[in-house]
């Protein structure tokens, strides 16, 4: 076995707690990724990593979907947006590499980010709202925006689907991590069909990260539910916070 395997299977298990929870799994397995395999192209390593965060995403959802009620007509609204999106993102990304646009994600995560300390209830109360076809539009436009984002480059796309939730439909941080982790792996299937069907993908590799990425969500999740929306809270600073500092880094040190 070569030394990059446990290292990156490590890592995929640390992005799908984080993942789980708050968004921001990317901030840990994609990095990697590039670390292990610093000469493959990078719409492989986006692939493989979109492969292991579906297991996450999908398995986190589910579990998700046994304990936290969703409004399911807004989420599916959401989640068909965000597929739909996320093919076309994904397909830029194998066209255009995504370095021209990097500067603008940790400005965006950090207009999140001072938003959310303003505003210490932000994501404490679950009140839902503005459903109906108005919801439902507002919910694929969002969604698609974000979807479209994740199939291009990703990191943070489960921080601003929550942010999302929260902000435009009321919710608090526990059902809009619950409805994010379905619409992300939404994107993530969108991407998955994409890269696959132009090889991008190291399946092997993949699946191995995939089945880390699955026990580290199903930890994430036993966290999000056993302690609420306060914890989640707490988390999503922080992963926006890391997010940030990353992207930043990523950016403006060469």
Known sequence: MSPEIPFVLAAAFGAGVVDAMAGGGGLIQLPALFAAYPVTP???????????????TTSAAARYLRHVRLDRSLVIAAAAAAFAAALGG???????????FRAMVPLLLAAVLVYTLLHRDFGRDHRPRRNGRHGYALAAVGAG????YDG?????????LMFLFVRVFGMDFLHASASAKVVNAAANLAAILLFGLTGEVFWLLGLAMAACNVAGALLGTHLAIRHGSGFVRVVFILVVCCLIAKTAWDVFVP
Do not use: D, E, H, Y
């Open 152 to 160: 291009f480059f990703g990191p943070g796309t489960g921080s601003f």
């Open 42 to 56: 990078q719409a492989t390593l986006l692939g493989t990593g979109k492969l292991a965060g579906l297991a996450g």
């Open 145 to 148: 925006l974000i979807g479209l």
């Open 90 to 100: 994904a397909w830029i990304a194998t066209q255009v590499p995504p370095l021209r």
